[in-house]
């Protein structure tokens, strides 16, 4: 077969018409890119030059991997916070633009892994499955898109549940001086959410990597990692990403709320937050205010803690209640930070040293602790049963500090003393053992109506056991209506009544015939057994 040239030449001219024209149409370009160079490094901060359109808080990459963000913007040099090791960064080196913020990776694919505030698994269990990426600064949802608190949010603690109940939606603030017990409501609420279909973010910030290795282990134990994504910074990482993580975390939970699903977010503690940032603040030569943290610094946390909200029906009813924590010093609520934060949120829950000291666990100060919008989102039925609880135990606290200057009391106040330190038994609650709804509503029942007067003070723990345990002697039917807790019929109040009024009489007669056998310095020790001598209350004989 013979091929002529010319033919030879037609085929390939339309084999590659195509690709020619492609070859034709290419003109060499040159990209711009701005490359700075590092001036100085020191303690998480760098000053860099030559990156002249840098937005502010774009996100800069050094060489080495380490990503910072650009913070101070001046006319010839930028202070850029870092968010990694920088201890091998040195003047001289070479800083890229990168053209976007920080952002980090979203979706249920983090359940139950623990990341840092970049994105990074810290568990060793592999990489991310995320399903995107969102920004860490993101606007609040608008006014017209926020719905009422009208769900609870139930912690398990019945001091908080029938006290100073929280809903979905709202910010309260946890705050004491350290080693109150703080970390602990915190994760007992957690632990609580389980089968709740409440999804829980737990960042952890400037925390001792101790801390941070004991609540993921109590998570894990606990099973409450399928519905728990945990965010850490420690104590010894850069300032700059401690700063960022609270931001971080919120990103990570607001993927979930826009989901339509309820989350809880819990920050451990944004006063390590809001040294971080003082702290840079500082090293970026801001002004100093007052206790030397920089002006915005109310702002830094009203604009986290205002992306918390309950969303309307038509963006999908999903809510973010957040759960800041703040440790005082020296007991001092009315320093810089925290009425900050009292400010800020819906509602505080103070934890106080002295309670911590007797044993009252949680130590919460009811006093000084308030839930401005989670009366309205507390179960009807557990609403009626808590409901005079607060005066009473109000109406208690202040007679007993009378009463500890040796007044003598008339018999009226020594049962508002002796009902409310049944009140206080009741209330206190060792860590990690949230109780279920209807268990509480059942022993604030008993309160209420005063049967646990009938009980010795060191009996109280055992009687509320003897309770619980007894609870199946109440009517199914009743015990399923408690449990949709919208209102309490008059009748199955009665029959709840009577029960536990059975239970305890029992109860109370059994311990008495105990309590006669015992004598003598034992006896007297049980009458501590709570840290609390309630015979200092007794009229002097
Ligand atoms: P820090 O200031 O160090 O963060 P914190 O205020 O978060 O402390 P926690 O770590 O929660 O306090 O608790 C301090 C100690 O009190 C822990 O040893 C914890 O086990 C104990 N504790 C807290 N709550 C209770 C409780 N309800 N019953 C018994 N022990 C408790
Ligand atoms: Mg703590």
């Given amino acids: 077969m013979n091929i002529s040239p010319d033919s030879l030449t037609a085929i390939y001219n339309q084999a590659f018409a195509g690709f020619k024209e492609a070859r034709e149409g290419y003109l060499p370009r040159l990209l711009p890119q701005e490359i700075g160079t590092v001036i100085s490094v020191s303690n998480g901060i760098a000053r860099v030059s030559g990156l002249p359109n840098v937005g502010s808080d774009e996100l800069v990459i050094f060489a080495g991997k380490v990503f910072g963000i650009a913070f101070n913007l001046d006319e010839d040099e930028i202070g850029v916070v870092l968010l ?120 952890s910030i400037g925390q001792r990597g101790a801390s941070n290795a004991k609540a993921v282990n109590t998570f894990r134990e606990k099973m409450a990692m399928q519905y728990t994504v945990i965010i850490i910074t420690e104590g010894n990482e850069p300032p700059g990403l401690a700063y960022i993580a609270p931001y971080a975390a919120t990103s990570v939970a607001e993927y979930f709320m826009e989901q339509g699903k309820d989350v809880l977010i819990v920050y451990d503690d944004l006063t390590h937050h809001a040294r971080a940032y003082r702290e840079l603040s500082l090293l970026l030569r801001r002004p100093p205010g007052r206790e030397a943290f920089p002006g915005d610094i109310f702002y830094i946390h009203s604009r986290l803690l205002e992306r918390a909200t309950h969303l309307h029906s038509s963006k999908g009813g999903g809510s973010l209640t957040a759960l800041p924590i703040i440790e005082t010093e020296a007991q001092n609520i009315s320093a810089y930070i925290p009425t900050n934060l009292i400010s800020i949120t819906d509602g505080q829950i103070y934890l106080s040293p002295a309670l911590f000291e007797l044993g009252i666990m949680p130590a919460v100060d009811v006093g000084k602790s308030v839930s401005r919008v989670g009366g309205k989102a507390q179960r009807p039925a557990f609403h009626m049963v808590a409901g005079d609880l607060k005066l009473a135990y109000a109406q208690f606290e202040e007679l007993e500090s009378f009463a500890r200057f040796g007044a003598r009391l008339d018999e009226e106040s020594r049962k508002v003393i002796e009902h409310g330190l049944r009140i206080r038994a009741c209330l206190k609650q060792s860590e990690f053992s949230p109780w279920p709804m209807v268990d509480q509503i059942i022993i604030l029942l008993a309160l209420t109506t005063g049967y646990f007067d009938l009980i010795p003070l060191e009996r109280m723990k055992e009687a509320q056991h003897a309770l619980r345990i007894s609870t199946p002697r109440i009517p199914a039917e009743i015990i399923e209506r408690l449990e949709q807790a919208e209102t309490l019929s008059d009748e199955d109040r009665q029959a709840i009544v009577n029960i536990t009024h059975e239970i305890l009489t029992e109860f109370a007669t059994s311990s008495n015939s105990k309590l006669d056998g015992v004598t003598g310095p034992a006896g007297r020790k049980q009458d501590n057994a709570d840290g609390l001598s309630h015979k200092r209350f007794r009229e002097p004989s």
């Fill in 84 to 203: 990694g090791e920088y201890w091998n960064l040195h003047a001289g080196d070479e800083v890229r633009r990168t053209g976007r913020v920080m952002d980090v990776p979203v979706g249920e694919g983090l359940l139950g892994r623990v990341i840092s505030p970049l994105g990074q698994p810290l568990d060793g269990q592999g990489p991310l499955l995320a399903s995107g990426r969102l920004p860490i600064e993101r606007p609040a949802a608008a006014i017209t898109n926020r719905a009422p608190v009208t769900v609870p949010l139930e912690t398990g603690l019945k001091v908080i549940d029938a006290l100073i109940p929280i809903g979905r939606g709202q910010r309260e603030l946890i705050l004491g001086d350290r080693q109150t017990g703080k970390t602990s409501i915190a994760i007992d609420t957690i632990l609580n959410q389980r089968g709740k279909d409440v999804i829980c973010v737990y960042c």
